[in-house]
């Protein structure tokens, strides 16, 4: 019998395997979140080995997003296609042949090509490894399970802040903080050699019994039989009613459409991409004097939000998805002025310089415990079965997208507006994100995935559902 973790007021015991199936596939995010964060750094060694200009900067550092608003496009397909563990196999082939790519190339053209390519194993992952783990995972835990991912992204936005603070001043050192990435992206593809398909996607294919086997692995050898009569009869309505990617445009699905967008774009417009890629810019700028102490500054804003993001996997299935939203939101808006305040300040101290740093670290822990990751996981949770995978594959091209503007724009709105004006900028699309929550999102704790469906498909229009309509 599968080993289990100690239950909780009698409720059953959570099975060590689904935590061993989350955990691998997460280490999607880890590599997402090292790719990403690594160009932080190693963009100050690139800048002065190939003369960039601030353009041609913000073009190695936002090229792999757009390879991921290309790999978001497909991820849907694929996923649907070829299931979503064989998706996930594939992005890990993609993430070990880009990182070795980039580390090998001899100018800035070819490294963004090559960062391109890499992006799009950074889209793909982004789409189907929050999904594989909702739909493996049990109800109660669901939460927690699938901030696992964005848990993955933090700690490797760390070790890329960590191994640029090590090869930051070694000539060259920049091919060794992109070529690393290969590491974790072998262990990903043998992981996953060896995980189970999800059970729901599964029943999308009609194959019941390989359903019913791993489901019962996944819940310590449980009883499945209603957990899988309720996937089966959730995906056969969706069937009957030829429900297909479409649907989504339709009055019934506009609202969760609408729900996934706002958060996707939102995600990216209230600026944690300039903290993660130009960090150790933002504190050179707000007086560090030399690259590798900004990096080291930059690093421990990354443990921040590794330890936040750790709070938050604790949290979201006991507070529930909306109060860590507002909560959150709230702080990022109130360090965004504090930053603003910083740059707007003409004193040149070491005070501000680490008053800027406690600044960042209270927006991006603030960021860790809500839309970070909470935006992962309602995009898993509010589609039904039959398009949740296209679902998915379009609100994440959007929220990429956005990711690929606010990137390339952030330095030519600091030469524009400046550093002050840029960061309360941010802070107002933030106020705009806090009411956005409020008003719109709905609350899905404690709700099996096909009873979030249930409430979609029988709502008549999209237009009446309150906030709290979906809460347990």
């Keep these: 019998m599968e080993s289990t973790s100690k239950p909780q007021q009698g409720a059953p015991a959570i099975p060590v395997y689904v935590i061993m199936v989350a955990l691998i596939s997460a280490l999607s995010g880890l590599l997402f979140g090292y790719d990403t964060g690594v160009i932080s750094g190693a963009i100050l060694l690139i800048r002065d080995q190939f003369h960039l200009s601030p353009f041609m900067q913000e073009v190695v550092v936002s090229a792999v997003l757009l390879g991921a608003v290309l790999g978001t496009c497909t991820a849907g397909y694929l996923g649907n296609k070829y299931g979503r563990r064989k998706t996930i196999l594939a992005a890990a082939v993609i993430f070990a042949i880009g990182g070795i790519g980039t580390a090998l190339a001899p100018d800035a053209v070819t490294l963004a090509a090559g960062r391109v390519f890499l992006g799009l194993a950074i889209g793909?992952?982004?789409?189907?490894?929050?999904?594989?783990?909702?739909?493996?995972?049990?109800?109660?835990?669901?939460?927690?399970?699938?901030?696992?991912?964005?848990?993955?992204?933090?700690?490797?936005?760390?070790?890329?802040?960590?191994?640029?603070?090590?090869?930051?001043?070694?000539?060259?050192?920049?091919?060794?903080?992109?070529?690393?990435?290969?590491?974790?992206?072998?262990?990903?593809?043998?992981?996953?050699?060896?995980?189970?398909?999800?059970?729901?996607?599964?029943?999308?294919?009609?194959?019941?019994?390989?359903?019913?086997?791993?489901?019962?692995?996944?819940?310590?050898?449980?009883?499945?039989?209603?957990?899988?009569?309720?996937?089966?009869?959730?995906?056969?309505?969706?069937?009957?009613?030829?429900?297909?990617?479409?649907?989504?445009?339709?009055?019934?699905?506009?609202?969760?459409?609408?729900?996934?967008?706002?958060?996707?774009?939102?995600?990216?417009?209230?600026?944690?991409?300039?903290?993660?890629?130009?960090?150790?810019?933002?504190?050179?700028?707000?007086?560090?004097?030399?690259?590798?102490?900004?990096?080291?500054?930059?690093?421990?804003?990354?443990?921040?939000?590794?330890?936040?993001?750790?709070?938050s996997v604790f949290l979201v299935d006991r507070m529930g998805r909306r109060p860590l939203l507002m909560i959150g939101i709230a702080g990022m808006i109130v360090s965004m002025g504090m930053i603003g305040w910083v740059f707007q300040t003409p004193l040149d101290s070491t005070f501000l310089s680490w008053f800027a740093t406690g600044s960042l670290m209270l927006y991006v822990a603030s960021f860790a415990i809500s839309l970070g990751p909470v935006f992962w996981l309602i995009i898993s949770e509010i589609y039904p079965l039959a398009v949740r995978a296209q679902a998915i594959s379009i609100v994440t091209v959007v929220e990429w997208s956005a990711n690929f503007v606010v990137s390339m724009t952030f330095l030519s709105l600091v030469e524009w507006l400046g550093h002050a004006s840029t960061f309360w900028l941010y802070g107002l699309i933030s106020i705009a994100a806090w009411l956005f929550v409020f008003y719109v999102v709905p609350e899905t704790r404690g709700r099996s995935l096909e009873d979030i469906e249930k409430d979609w498909l029988e709502a008549e229009t999209s237009v009446s559902l309150p906030a709290g309509a979906l809460e347990a």
């Design 124 to 311: 793909v992952a982004s789409c189907i490894a929050p999904l594989y783990i909702s739909e493996v995972s049990p109800d109660r835990i669901r939460g927690a399970l699938v901030f696992l991912f964005q848990l993955a992204i933090t700690v490797g936005i760390l070790a890329a802040y960590l191994v640029d603070y090590a090869l930051v001043e070694i000539a060259g050192g920049w091919r060794w903080m992109l070529g690393l990435s290969f590491v974790p992206a072998f262990i990903l593809w043998i992981g996953m050699l060896v995980m189970p398909e999800s059970p729901r996607w599964l029943v999308s294919q009609n194959r019941l019994e390989e359903a019913k086997a791993i489901l019962t692995r996944l819940r310590g050898n449980q009883p499945v039989r209603l957990e899988l009569e309720e996937i089966q009869n959730s995906f056969e309505t969706q069937k009957r009613e030829r429900m297909g990617w479409r649907n989504l445009f339709g009055s019934r699905l506009r609202m969760p459409l609408f729900i996934g967008l706002g958060l996707a774009i939102f995600q990216q417009i209230t600026g944690i991409n300039t903290v993660i890629y130009y960090a150790p810019m933002i504190l050179e700028s707000a007086g560090f004097n030399s690259a590798s102490m900004a990096v080291l500054g930059t690093a421990g804003v990354g443990l921040v939000n590794v330890l936040a993001t750790i709070l």
